[in-house]
């Protein structure tokens, strides 16, 4: 089945403790980008992808890291969380090299005490 | 900083009536478009894209672009309850210099259809 996995799909844990969201496409798709939704902000893109190896800034990326090594993985790391990074995230992939008509995966809901 | 406005809502419209959704963007230079409905606990899908003006339509949906007055609205023909969801508009943000990777949303409308 085509799809866009994340784990873990929920999280609580404390400020400053270094965490990892894993995402992972089994699509082939060149576009990989993170986001976050928070109640009254609607989606806001962290990083994108266009490529292996080619990382680039959204809206809010401050306090996060990604790294694409691999065509398929776009991993998230929160180096030190704090509460503010309390939020829903998502990844999402599209079949081109822009952030064209994206799949998004299930979401991951952060809480950051 | 770019924008993309739409209505918060919840805007409620009963069963088989037409629901309009608007948006309106600030980055002059955008060119793609994009309609995504999240149901209430689950992910944002894909329901139509536009890239050129006027009117695009796909069954019940119809998505219409007018870049001159920079905005891009959705209508659902014959709404019915299982539409009820909260509908995200996206704009590519500086095309030319983000090389399309940049997506601004909008904060999304909700949408409740009345049986």
């Known amino acids: 089945e085509a799809q866009v996995t994340q784990n873990p799909r929920y999280l609580i844990t404390v400020t400053g403790k270094k965490l990892t969201v894993t995402c992972s496409q089994n699509m082939n798709h060149e576009y990989m980008s993170w986001y976050r939704q928070d109640p009254g902000l609607g989606l806001r893109q962290i990083y994108y992808s266009m490529n292996v190896e080619v990382t680039d800034k959204g809206d809010v990326p401050e306090g996060y890291k990604v790294s694409r090594k691999e065509k398929r993985n776009f991993p998230l790391i929160l180096e030190s969380p704090s509460p503010n990074q309390t939020s829903l995230y998502f990844c999402?992939?599209?079949?081109?090299?822009?952030?064209?008509?994206?799949?998004f995966g299930p979401g991951t809901r952060l809480t950051v005490t | 900083q770019k924008e993309v406005e739409q209505n918060s809502g919840p805007l409620s419209v009963p069963e088989g009536a037409i629901a309009s959704l608007n948006c309106t963007y600030s980055?002059?230079?955008?060119?793609?478009f994009f309609w995504y409905r999240q149901y209430s606990g689950k992910s944002p899908e894909l329901i139509m894209s536009?890239?050129?003006?006027g009117d695009k339509e796909d069954g019940r949906f119809t998505a219409q672009l007018n870049k001159a007055s920079q905005y891009v609205s959705l209508l659902i023909r014959d709404s019915q309850p299982s539409d009820s969801a909260t509908y995200l508009c996206a704009v590519n943000a500086d095309p030319i210099y983000n090389q399309g990777g940049k997506l601004i949303f909008g904060q999304g409308t909700e949408l409740s259809v009345k049986p």
């Open positions: 999402a992939s599209s079949p081109t090299r822009v952030a064209y008509e994206q799949y």
């Open positions: 980055d002059r230079g955008s060119q793609s």
């Open positions: 536009i890239y050129s003006n």
